[in-house]
């Protein structure tokens, strides 16, 4: 699931891009003001805001649900591909018991058996991984388009000039007055629209 984090990281990062260009073509200015608290929000229309993605993805219900359900299916398939390399392995551990006891057209014609079970495996195993990966490259581009969604309209209600993502293992903010960190506003935003997603 770490590819899925640094690409919701990147996602997030693609978002913010998004609403600075669309932030560039509007031509109203407002100034914010940088002496509140962030427990006194005041009016940060205008306002450049950063959302902390590492909170974000601790916190939002769809990323969690979503994590949990690649996990328990990645869980699956590596017991599913366990269970068939034992029972390939019991096999293999038979002929090897019992190879002294064949004839020569009897080992040849298991071994070949053998030998396309073997392949069956590997072909089974590359497709599951393949399955998994396409299946999470879907999810993660849903979570995109979720983000994104909601991050302009978001923007647009509060006016938000622009808005940044930080996370502690890929920092472009380096510092930021806690007043624009609109990360509890966006993950609750966000943990509702799927509540009532899911109703």
Known sequence: MNKLT????????????????V????????????TTSKTDKADLS??????NSDSLLTNCEYYK?????????SSKAEADLKDKQTAFQREVA???KNANGMSLSERQATEQRLGRKQQ???VYQQNAGTALQNEEATEQEKLYDKVTAYLKKHAQEKGYKMVLTYSK????????????????EVIDGLNKA??????
């Open 194 to 199: 799927y509540q009532d997603e899911k109703k």
């Open 120 to 122: 069956e495996l590997q």
């Open 6 to 21: 640094s690409k919701i990281v990147k996602a997030t990062a693609g978002v913010a891009l998004m609403l600075a260009v």
């Open 65 to 73: 649900e979503l994590k949990s359900n690649m996990e328990k299916k």
């Open 23 to 34: 932030a560039c073509n509007k031509t109203e200015t407002k100034t914010a003001d940088t």
């Open 46 to 51: 205008g306002a450049v805001v950063f959302v």
């Open 169 to 184: 293992g890929n920092p472009s903010v380096l510092f930021a007055d806690a007043s624009l960190d609109i990360s509890k």
């Open 94 to 96: 038979d002929y090897q």
